[in-house]
């Protein structure tokens, strides 16, 4: 199963991740990020987990930033 993410979704974690590498990561951010994430997948029917996983690969572990 491809899990598929949105341009908002992956900017979402582009912010999140940035604030991170900086150790300036807000229960803010961090609580946007995962509502996002629940309701992508749940607005999808993929697995959330799933989601989140794929989120993080192609931010943090790619170079062009998107599926």
Known sequence: ?????????????????????????????????????TAHAEATGQPRHEVEQELKRVVRYTDKGGS
Not at 3 to 28: G, N, Y
């Open 1 to 37: 199963m491809t899990i598929k993410l949105t341009d908002e979704l992956i900017e979402l974690e582009r912010e999140a991740w940035a604030e991170q590498q900086k150790s300036r990561l807000t229960v803010e951010t961090a609580t946007r990020v995962q509502a996002a994430i």
